[in-house]
């Protein structure tokens, strides 16, 4: 059969570029930030899994004249896994109407389109798997900073501390706040106070934004804030719109460009190369022509140990 018109078009250097651009410009920079991308040779592949019982441990590397040396590599007790495959179809209808021209255009707009959609699920995906996973960890405790007693400073130090145990020197400690939480951290009177200005007697306050507060804290860690809206509802009834990561603080290890064996407490991982694949196919009688997204990913807890909540 011969190449469609839309397919001739999609893959000129110009729209290739297009596309490519358009997926790497729609990666969500919250959803990479908790579960940075890790490349793996190919679609199954191992990666080392630590836990409660098989904690991650610094390499001993002395060695003696005839003495054996220690190897590290993945081995049969490593956890063996597949990328996931996701897909998401544009159709453009009454492509012969359209001048090239036209059809150019309308190609870059599902790009556009499809690059996001497919970037905004992944987030989901990775902020969704992350949420019940901090949830569920063993240190993770609810307290309320609406509370002026309470000193969200002091505990989230300490917090940072049992993270870092638990990564052992391996990854840096990362904080992602959900909204509300976040709004009641910064208006919490033991916060408010550390920005007081003014020499003597008090001029003014200042409300911290969220890069302002790594630097209130034990290690400076980054910090993000995630604002991802979800609707709740059931289709054909009332939306119930909410913020994915609302009233929860998530503290957990990262590094920010991991490998399958470091112990951070998660990773995206992704095909070498790039994962976002776009293409185009026509519709099955022949009528209407589609571009797609194609991308192969597995989000995944590599280590449950490096992870705290904070929760209302």
Known sequence: MPESRIAQLASSPLLTNYAITASQNAIRTVGQFIAPLCSVPGLTFRYKKYTDKNRYRVADTKRNVSGKVTRIGFTADDVAAILEPNALDFPIPNVEGLTNEELG?????????????????????????????????????????????????????????????????????????????????????????????????????VSPGIEDVGSLLMTSPEVQLSMM??????????????????????????????????????????????????????TEDQRDQVLKMDWITLPSVTNSAAVLAVKS
């Not at 790009?111 to 993770?140: F, M, P, Y």
């Not at 609810?142 to 993270?163: H, Y």
């Not at 706040?177 to 951290?185: A, D, L, R």
């Open 105 to 205: 255009f309308a190609i870059q707009e599902g790009q556009s389109i499809l690059a996001d959609s497919s970037a905004l699920a992944l987030e989901n995906e990775i902020v969704t798997i992350a949420k019940a996973a901090a949830l569920a960890a063993a240190g993770s405790a609810k307290v309320d900073f609406t509370d002026d007693t309470v000193d969200p400073i002091s505990i989230l130090d300490d917090a940072i501390l049992t993270v870092m145990k638990a990564a052992k020197n391996g990854a840096p400690v990362k904080i992602l706040f959900g909204t509300t939480k976040f709004k009641q951290f910064r208006n919490n009177a033991k916060v408010s106070k550390r920005f007081i200005v003014g020499k003597g007697a008090p001029v003014g306050q």
């Open 229 to 282: 809206v979800i609707d709740n509802a059931a289709p054909g009834v009332a939306e119930d719109i909410r913020f994915l990561l609302d009233d929860v603080v998530i503290l957990f290890a990262s590094n920010g460009t991991p490998n399958r064996m470091d112990p951070s407490f998660m990773k995206t991982f992704a095909p070498v190369g790039g994962f976002f694949k776009p293409g185009s196919f026509t």
